[in-house]
Nanobody, 120 residues
Framework: QVQLVESGGGLVQPGGSLRLSCAAS????????MGWHRQAPGKERELVAS???????NYADSVKGRFTISRDNAKNTVFLRMNSLKPEDTAVYYC??????????????WGQGTQVTVSS
């Protein structure tokens, strides 16, 4: 099994910044990709950003130019730097990891979620 521990959420004013982190541990043979999704009240869950083991990144159009995803492969950790935050960024943010737990077994695991609230 794989465990994900998220941190960095909180309350921030519009225009402010936050940095989320997510550390993966457990039965990890290799990591294919890590990423962040979010779900706002009354909204569908959406992909925010992802990064592959090779460093290829993908962003939702709504956060391009404001958010940056990065990773520390040695620590199995992914980060999300969020700048110029807007009220519409308010959501629960969930970390996820796409891994091989053995050479032949693949799975996807999710963190518990961390609340980000953008309000004046």
């Amino acid at each position: 099994q794989v465990q994900l521990v998220e941190s960095g959420g909180g309350l921030v004013q519009p225009g402010g910044s936050l940095r989320l982190s997510c550390a993966a541990s457990g039965s990890i043979f290799s990591i294919r990709a890590m990423g962040w999704h979010r779900q706002a009240p009354g909204k569908e869950r959406e992909l925010v950003a992802s990064i592959t083991s090779g460093g290829t990144t993908n962003y939702a159009d709504s956060v391009k130019g404001r958010f940056t995803i990065s990773r520390d492969n040695a620590k199995n950790t992914v980060f999300l730097r969020m700048n110029s935050l807007k009220p519409e960024d308010t959501a629960v943010y969930y970390c996820n990891v796409d891994v091989y737990t053995t050479v032949a077994v693949r799975g996807t695991y999710w963190g518990q979620g961390t609340q980000v609230t953008v309000s004046s």
